[in-house]
């Protein structure tokens, strides 16, 4: 198993907060998050490297080689809810961060097997030569429009109200988290990337670039390099892991 991740300011803002991490939980087991906070330029950057930081802890704190699917998955939803405490506590006790919050995507990939868990609208996909695939669900309120049919997908990348997100870590006591199972082949990739990333650059170009770029180590710079020639009015954050 291979792994590459890369995050960058974008074009606009002066201050990233974006952050991600990758952890070998052991020979057979990968961890990557990417989160993307909010709350202001005193406090995005903390609840996103803070909720990163307690997920990644808790995860490997409790980590055991042999557990089953139903553990894992417990463990995961459990990591989040301790992550959404804590950066909801910090809110709480001190007015600098009152409100912040953050995105959260994870992927836990032992053997073929990656199991996925989200809150907010940073995504994650399953991508090789046949396609690429979507896995996650944004919660915003495009999505939900969307799903509802009052949008098309073409018109919700344009819709004004499309950044507005309807989960978060840390904005509230409790924060529901989205499970997915996902079967995994040799050469796949999944990818994990926030809305910086996928605001700006289509589910074909990236399957482009993850396929047919030359270096798989240079991936994650090309997508960035894509979304920077493009203006990135975001920071722009993405992680790419290769079976």
């Known amino acids: 198993m291979q792994y590459w991740g890369i995050t960058d300011p974008g074009c606009v803002r002066e201050q990233n907060q974006d952050t991600f991490q990758i952890e070998n939980l052991d020979r057979e087991a990968v961890l990557c998050i990417v989160c ?25 704190r409790t ?11 417990q463990m995961l939803q459990a990591a989040v809810k301790l992550a959404n405490f804590t950066v ?7 007015e600098e961060f009152s409100g912040m919050g953050t995105t959260l995507v ?3 990939i032992r053997d073929k097997e990656a199991t996925v868990v989200n809150v907010g ?12 695939q979507k896995i996650t669900v944004d ?17 919700a990348k344009s819709y004004p109200g499309k950044n507005y997100i309807t989960r978060a870590v840390g904005t509230e006591a409790i924060a529901e988290s989205d499970l997915f199972h996902v079967d995994m082949e ?28 030359e270096e798989k180590a240079h991936c994650c710079q090309q997508l960035l390099d894509i979304a920077k020639n493009r203006g990135a009015p975001d920071n722009v954050t993405c992680v790419l892991v290769q079976l």
């Open 36 to 60: 993307d906070g909010m709350g202001g330029a005193k406090s995005g950057n903390v609840a996103s490297s803070l909720a990163a930081e307690v997920f990644v802890d808790e995860v490997r």
């Open 63 to 73: 980590w055991i080689s042999d557990m089953t699917q139903a553990e894992i998955d």
């Open 88 to 94: 909801f506590d910090q809110g709480q006790q001190f």
């Open 106 to 108: 994870a992927a836990l």
């Open 121 to 132: 609208d940073s995504r994650a996909y399953r991508i090789n030569a046949g396609g690429i």
């Open 139 to 155: 919660h915003s309120l495009v999505e939900m429009m969307v799903l509802r049919g009052e949008l098309t997908p073409e018109e």
């Open 186 to 213: 040799r050469e796949d990739f999944l990818l994990l990337c926030s809305d910086g990333l996928s605001n700006i650059i289509d589910d074909q170009e990236i399957l482009f670039e993850v396929v047919h770029g």
